[in-house]
């Protein structure tokens, strides 16, 4: 890998790292090769908001940078009849498209298998629910405004900037992405300092906390609900405190709620 490119004094923004050589594997091998209970609660949150639509209900959901985490993607298998996974790093698309191409490594059928259990509305495969998936190699930034019914990120803001304006800038363009009275699911990991992947060099974060996300979130949406995830033991300490996870609705130009949701399944 090279060596990060000098930046001006001040925190450490996006455009300073490296994301086309991010340690996938090694990531993966930090992070996603067993169900962790962090790993559980994120599933569960998400289901919930999933389960909240008839099949395929919802014609376009994005995945707001999308990195090499499946999960988020099976999620979305049975709501969603196109998935948009847009991820900058070419390490990354090169792993996903070959998840895609040639099917998800073994390790991502216990996932899945939790999945399903939690929404039987999914597909019975994991290569099933992912053929829904596709993976757009681009800079999230770029997206265009109002474009999708349902956007979900991942561990993404807090965790390529150090830079809490760019923080927030990123929330309010992933906010952005989603029409008015449009859905969001999201999951933060929690005053996120700078961090090491593997042997790779360290890697921005943005510490951010609830109290930071209602501010950033609040007076651009309704519905927000955020939920505390304690620590996790098992997985590696990065530095952070736990996570908080997000749902929430994009303010509707007419006050009236999307058709389309199931009733009580939330």
Known sequence: ????????????????????????????????????????AVIRHH????????PGSI?????????????PLMLAGAASRQVDAVERSAANVAYLTGQLRHGPDESWQAFYAFCRELDPALPPTATEALA????????VRTLPAG???LASMNFVAESITADFEEFAQLCHTYLATVRPGGHLV????????T??????PEWPGCPVDATVLREVFGPRTDELVLTHVDPDPTRP????TGMVLLRARTVAKDGKAEAGLRNDRA
């Open 195 to 200: 961090y090491r992947i593997g042997t790779a």
């Open 47 to 54: 289901s919930a908001v999933y389960r909240r639509f008839a």
């Open 186 to 193: 999201a999951s933060f990991m929690e005053n996120m300092p």
């Open 1 to 40: 890998m090279k060596e990060p490119a000098e930046h001006p004094p001040g925190p450490v923004r996006n455009d300073d790292a490296d994301w086309d050589h991010w340690p996938v594997q090694d990531y993966l091998a930090e992070n996603y090769r067993e169900i962790h209970p962090c790993d559980a």
């Open 147 to 149: 474009t999708y019914e």
């Open 237 to 240: 300490d990065y530095g952070d």
């Open 132 to 139: 829904r998936v596709r993976v757009l190699h681009d800079d």
């Open 59 to 71: 014609a376009r959901s994005l995945e707001f940078g999308a990195g090499p985490n499946l999960y």
